[in-house]
């Protein structure tokens, strides 16, 4: 059975920083591309950013470029979203999620599997 468990995140104020986390289990995610995405109340479910899990490249949305960084960890099977220079508008449940290579990793449908969420608050 596949679980993505998210971990990590909470209330800080803007301009804070914060880490989240998703530990990956059930099977071989070798050739997965992992992604998070985020839903703020009343909007989509929008991509964040994304990692090849082996080939360890790394994809953004424009809003995030520069403040935020996805890295993975094989030997945990965990992947990270460092969060720095937090804003009000990045207030969101944020998902990890997994995909196999074939299809786009911007849309959220083209991913096979999802963690229950985890929410972050920005206070400004």
């Known amino acids: 059975q596949v679980q993505l468990v998210e971990s990590g995140g909470g209330l800080v104020q803007a301009g804070g920083s914060l880490r989240l986390s998703c530990v990956a289990s059930g099977r071989t995610f070798t050739s997965y591309v992992m992604g998070w995405f985020r839903q703020a109340p009343g909007k989509e479910r929008e991509f964040v950013a994304a990692?090849?899990?082996?080939?360890?490249?790394?994809y953004y949305a424009d809003s995030v470029k520069g403040r935020f960084t996805i890295s993975r960890d094989n030997a945990e099977s965990t992947v990270y979203l460092q969060m720095n220079s937090l804003k009000s508008e990045d207030t969101a449940v944020y998902y990890c999620?997994?995909?196999?290579?074939?299809?786009?990793?911007?849309?959220?449908?083209?991913?096979?599997?999802w963690g229950q969420g985890t929410q972050v608050t920005v206070s400004s």
């Open positions: 990692i090849g899990w082996s080939t360890g490249n790394t």
């Open positions: 999620a997994a995909k196999k290579p074939a299809g786009s990793l911007y849309r959220r449908e083209a991913y096979d599997y």
